[in-house]
Structure formats: C-alpha cells, structure tokens
C-alpha cells in the first residue's frame, strides 16, 4: 500500500481521470458563468463585455430580484421548520416501540416522495381552486366547517409562497422523516437504559440524549432543505408561472426568465452567480454553527 | 513533495480544460466561414448537375391541420423541384429554445421556420440567408398584397423569411346562448361590457374566461383595451414612441382594474390554461372568451349558432366604429429562413420562397384562411357565416398592433407581461402599473 502512496504515476492514473471530469462537468461551467456573466450575452452571438453592469442592475434597479431574495428566505425557513419539525417528532413516534404498524405509517408518510413534482402541483391546484364554479377541496373543507376562510390561495404573492412552501415540505417529508428515523436507530438503546434507571421520562431522554445526537443528521438535512428551497423551481413554474405579476419568483426562476424568455443569457449568468454564492454562504454558516464535533457513539 | 505533484496534476487538468475552450471558440467561426464557402460551390455543383438533393426542413408538423397542409405544399412543391426531397423535423413549441441551440452550435435545418424575436437574434449573428434576390425572382415581392408587403422586409430592408400566412388577430367572442339564457344584451361598448359583467355575476355566471396563466393574454386584454383610443397599443411601447403614462393608455388601465373589480375573471384566473378557458366558455359555463382568430374555425365548428365573434366591444359609447377596427395583433417579420452556411443554401433558398407560397395556398384552400398574395386560391372547405364574415372584415382592418411574441424588446416584454398580470389582479394602481412599464422602457432603450 505504501509503495502506491509513493508512486506518482499510479496517483496520476487513480486522479486524472476524475479530476477531468469533475473540471469539465463542473469547475469549468462554473468558471464560464462567471465569466459570462460580465458580458451581455444573447446566448448565440459572441456577447460584449460590460463588467459589472449586470450586478449593478441586478443590486440596485431590479425589483424582481428584492422579492426573490424575500421568497428565497420565506420558502426554506417554512420547509425547514415543517420538514425538520414535524419531521422529527413523527420519526420519533415512529421509532416508539408502543407504536403498533409503524412499518405501514413509515410506507404512507413516504408515499408524497414517490409522486412526480408536476403530479403534486396538479393535484394542490385542484385542491387549492377557488372559483365559484370549481371549488376546490380546501375551500369546501373550511366551507364545510363553516369557517369564513375559503379564498384564492394562489392570487397574492406572500399567500402563494407559503402555500408553495407548505407543499414542497409535504412532498419532501417522507425522506426527512426516513432519515431522521434511521439515525434514531442507529443511537444505541444503552444511552436510553441509562436515563431511564436515573429516572428519566421518554420526552426527557429524546430532549436530552435523541436531538443532540440527531445534530449530524440535521446538519445534513439544513444543507439539503435550504440548498433546494433556494433553488426552487418547478413548482413557481407549473402553479403560478412566477406569479401574479413576478410574486412568487425565485432566483432560479428569474434566471430562466432571464435566460430562455427574455435571451438575455449574460444577466442569467450574473445571477446563478449570485445564488451559487448565496447557497455556498449558507452552507457554510450552517457547517460553522451546527454539529461542528463529529459524534462516534 | 507530493503536494506539490498533485498541484502540477491539477494544473495541468485546468490548462488543458482552458486551453482546449479558448482555442475551439476561436476556430468555430472561421470553421463555419470556410465550410460556408466550400458548401456555397458544391451546392452551386448540385444545382448545376440537377442532382437529387435532400434538404431538412423545420416547420410547424404536429396536429393535423399543420401536416395536411405542409403534406399539401410539399407534393405541390415535387412539381415545381422535382429534385428536392424533404426531411421534416417538426418544430418544438418551446419558444425557439431548439432552433437557437441549432444556431448556436451552427446546426440549423436547410430550412427552418423563424418568427418573432428569434429571427432579430439569428439575423443579428450573420446566420441568416439573404432573400431579395430568391423572393423577386419567384415572384413575391410582386404577388404579394400591398397591405402584407412589410412583412417581407426586416429593419435593415432585407428578407430573411418569406411569411406563409396571413396575420390573425385577438379575438372576442360570446356565447350567445348564455347571454340570451340570462337576459343579458351582447355589449357593443364599454358602458354595456361593464354591465354584461356585473349581471353575470349576479347571477353566478363566470362573465369572461381568459386563460392568464399565460401572462401574455394578460397583456393582450390590455392590448385591446389600449387601441380603443391609441392604435398603436403594445406596439407603441415596444418601439418607444408611446409611454404607459400617456392618456389613453392610463385610461385603458383603469378600465380594466374597474372590470376587474366588477368581477369579469374568475379568481382562478391565473391558474387557467387555454384549455380549461375554452372548456368553460363552449360547455356554456361563462359567457365571453378571447384567443386568436386561429382558432375561430373550430370554435364555430364546435359551437355553430352560439358563437358570436365581437370586434373588441370595449369602446367608449358613440366610438364604436371609429374604433372597431383597430385591431390588436397583426404580423411580424418571420416565415422560411435558410441559414448562410447550409451545405445546399442556392436550393434551400429557392425552396424555402416557393414553398412558403405553395404552404399560403394549401392553407387557405384546405382550411379557407385569409392568403397574403394578390391572387387567392378557392376555399375546398365549407366556411361557417362567422369564419366568412371574419374573411370579409379582414379588409375592413385599419391598424394593428402586435401580438406578445412579436415584441421585439424582449426584456421590456417580460416587464409589460408580469405588471400587466399583476394589474389583473387588482392590487396595483393604474399609476404604478405605468410608472414599472415606463422604467423599463427607459431602461431598456
């Protein structure tokens, strides 16, 4: 093994490869936008350089981008606090062994992640629908119970985001709480006899010993869940298309905008840029101030 | 040591990577000059030898009216260049996302339809043909109708695709079953619109369906809605000779927050598509409907006596006619287009300008459109009164603007497209709605 460390040549051959491939997937498109990104670009044409043009407009003049940042907070706080949330506390009723057909629980709970992104936004947009000739089942429901909350779910920006966000976290569930659910597993039962015979109740023992060993897990699910709730897409472009007006716009939608619709494919650049920076400081923030010990049980 | 052996590793990978990028944009364009130049004279052998040649062309072939008719002008073109065989590649409805990764890895179709914005963006990079001399020499330039004629020519004067259809404008139109179920009188200007609007929602009656999902028929009501007083409508924005502030455009604005207001969408209306819209206005669920005349012949099709097509009943009362026909739509520049480096351009070329000819034709005979040249073919197909009456009023049109996809501004579509979305939600003030627009429009210029 040694005598392969002080090889070069089997380095080279074992590295190169990879190293090739991640520098062209990945560190040159990234170099490329960035570099794109201080031309205006038309996506055929060669593009001309205008420096920082982009940023500016895209930090001072652009009120598309204010709400996109705005959204870009609302979205993964409310899917991380959902998901993360009641993630938790269902993995770990599930995990309770007075829990009689957890298996089946955990099969239903984890039925929304089967279904296709454009499946689910169907499906909440009949739910949701609001027109007296097509009320949809959320509207009957508080109709029904003859509470006066029935309105148009999707028709004000702020509404529209949480109702998106609700949803992602709804479909998005069922992996936290598998997670979650298998890390409890993995803490081993000795930890639980211990509290237990110091006179521990089960909530003290999960409050004391299950979430401060479930920290490496949560740091991994905060990376994922922020990461995608920044770069949520798919449902802005099946239910509201962004809107009303640019409401419900996010940075990965106003860069499709800006790229497919509008050609203008340099200040696309010049925002991935921003939301790739906006990602990497979030997950460092977390990686600074979340498990930063790693657990060995 | 080994530290700095990976470094070298890593270095070695990331200058290759450069290296290779930087010397492959270099060569691309002068590849494509040379390979231009070598095509160019083996296509003049071809055409010269009169040997077979194959050419792809992309173009609308997807539902059935859009194959018979290029079937149709296909076997008709067999008569004319016998020589040429076809590949077709039907078009993708993706707004040109495929024909502009075809431009830009310089794999464009021999023949290829382009319209709307795409066609400014391609011309801009030198990919496409010049027409002038194909076009004159088959005849279009003299055949085609006057009013038709500038859709020939691009902003620099030149053809880059010979157009294969007439213009079609938005549309309006009633159910007339609905309207006469409910009491209520077909409006003929704003004052009864309005009226039309708050009855049928007294009753419980969806008064009008639009499919807003697609923001662009936000922007086409307010279209319509402008060029009641300022002709121009969108079209003005778009080339900067009018301004969302002025007059008649604040006016149109507040018009349509008040028909808002009086209930004229349903709150679902922005998650509507066309196909739900239509739903609900041919099963009888809502009284009035708006889409392209395009579609004016199913719709009669489908619905015979019911459907009545309304020339925009928007106008102040006692300025219905003067109004009438200024119609919201119209043309833009776009057709067949050959790019500059096809192998076979000199046929391509020759080709794309009979063909586009030989497609108005097929059209206007199998489905009995409006045609663009002088000398018009007989319809085969039996026209219903309304699609006859629209024939008719077609040369009645006095002005038009421009439909959404046609803006050639396309940042200051996008803007236009999202604020005026959101002006249908009520929640803005006609007084912002033109302060954003005017923004972009300076912003934009």
């Known amino acids: 093994m040694k005598n392969i460390f002080k090889n070069k040549i089997a380095i080279f051959v074992f590295i190169f490869p990879t190293l090739l491939i991640y520098t062209v997937v990945v560190f040159y498109p990234i170099v490329q936008t960035l570099v794109k990104s201080l031309y205006n670009w038309d996506g055929i044409n060669l593009g001309k350089f205008v420096g920082l043009k982009h940023y500016i407009k895209l930090f001072t003049r652009d009120s598309t981008f204010r709400v996109s940042i705005i959204n870009g907070i609302i979205y993964p706080t409310i899917t991380v606090l959902y998901q993360i949330g009641l993630g938790t506390v269902i993995a770990l009723v599930l995990s309770s062994k007075k829990i009689k057909g957890s298996r089946i629980f955990r099969s239903i709970y984890f039925i929304p992640s089967t279904l296709s992104t454009v499946i689910v936004c169907k499906l909440w947009l009949a739910m949701l629908a609001s027109d007296q000739s097509n009320v949809g089942l959320i509207n009957r429901i508080f109709g029904l119970l003859g509470i006066n909350y029935s309105q148009n779910w999707l028709s004000s920006g702020l509404s529209a985001i949480i109702v998106m966000a609700f949803l992602t976290a709804w479909q998005g569930i069922g992996n936290t709480i598998l997670l979650i659910y298998t890390a409890i597993k993995s803490i081993p039962q000795a930890y639980y006899e211990a509290a237990m015979l110091d006179g521990a109740t089960s909530f003290k023992a999960h409050i004391h010993i299950t979430i401060p060993l479930l920290s490496e897990t949560y740091k991994l699910l905060l990376i994922l869940i922020i990461s995608g709730g920044l770069r949520a897409f798919d449902h802005m472009y099946i239910m509201t298309g962004g809107g009303p007006g640019n409401a419900t716009s996010t940075l990965t939608y106003m860069m499709y905008k800006s790229a497919y619709m509008n050609g203008n494919f340099g200040y696309a650049c010049a925002i991935a840029v921003t939301l790739v920076l906006e990602c990497l400081l979030c997950t460092l923030i977390i990686n600074r101030f979340v498990a930063r010990e790693r657990i060995n049980f | ?445």
């Open chain 2, 1 to 445: 040591m080994k530290r700095g052996f990976l470094k070298t590793v890593l270095m070695v990978t990331l200058s290759t990577v450069f290296l290779a990028s930087c010397s492959g944009g270099a060569s691309k364009s002068d590849d494509s000059k040379a390979n231009g130049e070598s095509k160019q004279s083996e296509s003049s052998k071809e055409a010269d030898n009169g040997e077979n040649v194959t050419l792809k062309l992309y173009a609308n072939y997807s539902d059935d009216q859009e194959k018979d008719t290029l079937d149709r002008a296909i076997e008709e073109m067999k008569k004319e260049m016998p020589n040429v065989t076809v590949e077709i590649e039907p078009a993708s409805q993706d707004d040109g996302q495929k024909l502009k990764t075809y431009a830009a890895s310089g794999n464009l179709p021999d023949i290829f339809k382009s319209d709307g914005v795409d066609i400014e963006i391609l011309n801009k990079s030198g990919t496409l043909l010049q027409l002038d001399e194909y076009a004159k020499e088959a005849g279009i330039i003299d055949d085609i109708a006057d009013a038709y004629k500038d859709a020939l020519y691009m902003s620099d004067g030149h053809i880059y695709a010979v157009p294969w259809q007439s213009p079609w404008v938005n549309s309006f139109y009633a159910n007339k079953k609905v309207f006469e179920e409910n009491g209520v009188k077909i409006p003929q200007n704003y004052d009864e619109f309005l009226t039309a609007v708050k009855t049928f929602n007294e009753k419980g009656v969806l008064p009008y369906a639009l499919f807003g999902k697609e923001k662009q028929w936000c922007l086409h009501l307010y279209d319509i809605m402008v060029t009641r007083k300022a002709p121009d409508g969108i079209k003005g924005l778009d080339e900067n000779t009018a301004k969302a502030g002025d007059v008649d455009y604040l006016e149109a604005a507040n018009k349509l927050i008040e028909l808002v207001n009086a209930g004229m969408l349903s709150k679902d209306v922005f998650n509507t598509t066309y196909d739900q819209a239509k739903a609900l206005f041919t099963s009888d669920k809502c009284a009035m409907f708006m889409t392209g005349t395009w579609a004016l012949n199913g719709l009669e099709q489908e619905m015979g006596d019911n459907l009545v097509l309304m020339y925009y009943p928007l106008a102040d009362a006692g300025s219905e006619e003067e109004a009438k026909w200024n119609m919201s739509g119209g043309y833009s520049q776009g057709g067949f287009s050959v790019p500059e480096y096809s192998k076979n351009k000199e046929i391509a070329a020759k080709y794309a300008v009979l063909l586009s000819r030989k497609v108005n034709d097929a059209f206007v005979a199998l489905e009995g459109g409006t045609s663009i040249y002088k000398d018009s073919p007989k319809s085969e197909k039996k026209l219903g009164p309304v699609m006859s009456q629209y024939i008719e009023d077609t040369k009645n049109f006095k002005s038009m603007s421009k439909f959404d996809w046609n803006l050639s501004n396309q940042e200051l579509k996008t803007v236009m497209e999202d604020k005026a979305q959101e002006l249908l939600t009520g929640t803005i003030t006609a007084e912002d709605f033109a302060k954003e627009i005017d923004a972009a429009i300076e912003e934009t210029n």
